[in-house]
């Protein structure tokens, strides 16, 4: 793996706001903006298929695909094999296509199952024989093109590319067309009202305050009954294989006897985010989830346990504001944090705030990513380590 390479993302969304996939790129802040190499590409298609494919379980994203940009040195290296065909697609220019060998080696990696998408193909002429090749085409559809009707016709998914706005998505949206979110997540969509927490939620805040004040265990069943999908939703999570326990909790107090008070509030903060309304929030949960993960990975050897689990719940709440329509600032009106907890939400500062600067930077990438890995003393490999991982962990959790 390159030395001082970060890996960012990019989701895939439907028009109902559903993940998709992700593609996966590496940032360098010493790279300028050139384009990555064949030798950096491979080893990025290689690092994922070592973090993401297990000999006992394969493929670790279920039913998410991944996306890497491909040159002609990519599609003929071995390397895609390590990489389950179905969740593979590969991004190729029209110009790399023109070559009669090139477009061979991407006819029969369609024949294997891989995908392959075309870069700027709003670009492509009308009677280009391309689209026969292909599974994705991306570029500027919602505007006026003429050659979205020849892809679709031949069975072409088209995907938007770039979104910079919401009212772009929007208009993709309304065409039916899936787009890749770069920056876009990060900024709040125009407002529609505030949300707010909903009966689940405003249960689950008094838990977490009861946790928080190490109240009985008998006291935490009486409020949880009030709720049975909380109830089941929270022993599902706890039981899920992303823990890792081995044995099945069945009762809360079974659930504070294994786990203790500490992991029972990142629990509940974790079904917090995930209880709220809108069917549309699915990729601010995931983010919100792969946030707290990367944050808790990275800190351990650094943070103590403890710490480091409040890292998770730090990145569980830097969406709750998105999640529930209202400043962060009210949100911890409401849901009462910790002094250290709170400063890292609402200013990234403070004994968390640079992890979760760190974790949300392997979203985008910007110049503080390397900056910020180096002042928290972790490697390029570990962030990239922690990253894939987290995507993983949080497509385990049952939402």
């Avoid at 993940?19 to 790279?31: F, I, K, N, R």
Wanted: charged share 20%; glycine share 8%.
């Amino acid at each position: 793996m390159p030395d001082n390479q970060f890996i960012v993302r990019s989701p895939l969304l439907n028009a109902a706001q559903q993940l998709l996939g992700y593609e996966l790129s590496w940032y360098s802040a010493d790279a300028g903006g050139g384009l990555a190499s064949d030798e950096e590409l491979i080893a990025l298609i290689e690092f994922a298929a070592s973090q993401l494919v297990r000999e006992d379980s394969g493929w670790q994203l279920d039913d998410l695909l991944l996306f890497f940009e491909a040159t002609p040195a990519v599609l003929v290296s071995s390397v895609l094999g390590l990489l389950p065909p179905t969740r593979t697609v590969l991004r190729v220019s029209a110009t790399d296509l023109q070559d009669a060998a090139t477009l061979e080696h991407a006819r029969t990696l369609r024949q294997r199952g891989y995908g392959i998408s075309l870069c700027n193909a709003d670009a492509l002429p009308a009677s280009s024989t391309l689209p026969a090749v292909l599974t994705h085409a991306e570029g500027r559809f919602w505007q006026a093109t003429g050659n979205a009707a020849m892809f679709r016709s031949a069975g072409v998914q088209l995907l938007a590319r770039p979104v910079d706005d919401w009212a772009t998505y929007d208009a993709c949206a309304a065409a039916g067309m899936a787009a890749f979110i770069g920056n876009l997540q990060a900024r709040p969509r125009p407002a529609t009202g505030k949300k707010g927490l909903n009966a689940s939620q405003v249960i689950i805040v008094q838990l977490m305050d009861m946790v928080r004040n190490n109240s009985d265990v008998r006291q935490l069943e009486e409020v949880l009954k009030r709720d049975a999908t909380l109830s089941y939703k929270l022993f599902r999570y706890i039981n899920s294989a992303s823990f890792g326990l081995g044995i099945e909790i069945q009762s809360l107090r079974h659930a504070v006897t294994m786990l203790g008070y500490s992991p029972l509030y990142r629990w509940l903060s974790l079904l917090l985010a995930t209880a709220g309304d809108d069917p549309a929030g699915e990729l601010l949960m995931q983010s919100a989830i792969v946030r707290g993960r990367i944050a808790e990975l990275a800190g351990h050897g650094i943070l103590p346990k403890g710490e480091a689990e409040n890292l998770f719940v730090v990145g569980m709440f830097s969406q709750l504001d998105r999640l529930l329509g209202m400043p962060m600032s009210e949100v911890l009106d409401r849901v009462h944090l910790s002094d250290a907890v709170s400063q890292a939400l609402l200013s990234r500062e403070g004994m968390y705030g640079p992890f979760l600067a760190l974790a949300e930077a392997c979203e985008h990438g910007n110049g503080a990513l390397e900056a910020l890995a180096d002042s928290l003393f972790v490697s390029a490999r570990q962030v990239n380590e922690a990253h894939l991982a987290a995507l993983a962990w949080a497509r385990r959790i049952r939402l």
